[in-house]
């Protein structure tokens, strides 16, 4: 199993020195969450199944394939991933290139996590059309495989055209893994048929078991990776169960306060044999 540890459940200051234990820790692999801006008027922001708002408008918000280039700098063999990236909130000239950038000067440590969005604040906002976020993505996954692999690129779609390009330099890793988040049914179709792995939301072992099993009967028996945020975990024994659902990455979050965080990785490292 592999381990990673995520980056937006602590408070900015701390993420330096977060990356840089567990890069010497031994984990797998580091996470960042990704908003464009957030909108002033809450009521655009019901988080699915809430009656609260699911953002804080003044909440600090960073570019992520941007700041995880600056952390591929502190660190040494760690993987940087993005749990998600609104990848088709920009063209895909933009995220295509940002995550491919990453992918070089971490020496091919990129992971690029990518979803839908649940929040229509940061659409309206830029002025891209939440309705057809999901197809919106669908295609730029498609236009981002092809200038990562091909040597020029032209395309005419539904939400994207362009002319004959060159895209260079390519991403290290021949393929860069897509990841696809989000639990919906078009979610999960996405990261079955189109990409390289899915990301969950946080789940206990029970929680998780439906989302596996549906995953499990789209999969096309192409190479497939399965992470799930396990914020819960509190036993090394219940990792195997998570192996044998299928997952070969657990996200896990073994702190409750920030003050804590490097300390209590070093335990969970140490208990957990990262």
Do not use: N
Request: hydrophobic share 45%.
């Amino acid at each position: 199993m592999r381990f990673g540890v995520p980056l937006g459940l602590i408070h900015p200051a701390a993420w330096k020195d977060v990356a840089v234990a567990a890069d010497e820790l031994g984990f797998e692999s580091l996470w960042m969450p990704e908003h464009l801006v957030f909108a002033t008027d809450l009521s655009l922001a019901r988080y699915p199944g809430s009656s609260t708002p699911g953002i804080t408008p003044h909440t600090p918000l960073f570019d992520a394939p941007a700041y995880l280039c600056w952390l591929a700098g502190l660190t040494s063999t760690i993987r940087l991933g993005t749990a998600v990236h609104l990848y088709a909130l920009r063209h895909p000239f933009v995220s295509a290139r940002a995550f491919a950038t990453l992918d070089i000067v971490s020496g091919g440590r990129a992971l690029c996590g990518v979803g839908a969005g649940w929040y229509p604040g940061e659409w309206i906002a830029a002025g891209v059309d939440f309705a057809t976020r999901g197809p919106r993505l669908d295609e730029a996954i498609e236009v981002t495989r092809r200038l990562w692999s091909e040597e020029t690129v032209a395309h005419s779609g539904r939400f994207f055209t362009f002319p004959e390009v060159a895209f260079e330099p390519k991403p290290i890793q021949r393929p860069l893994p897509i990841l696809a988040g989000g639990e919906s049914a078009a979610a999960l179709r996405r990261a079955a048929t189109l990409c390289d792995g899915w990301i969950s939301m946080p789940h206990t072992l029970e929680s998780a078991r439906p989302q596996l099993e549906r995953l499990a009967k789209l999969r096309d028996g192409r190479p497939f990776s399965v992470t799930v945020h396990a914020y819960g975990l509190t036993e090394p024994e219940e990792v195997a169960e998570w192996a044998a659902m299928g997952v070969d990455r657990l996200i896990v979050r073994p702190w409750t306060r920030t003050r804590d965080a490097v300390d209590r990785l070093t335990a969970f490292a140490a208990a957990y044999g990262v």
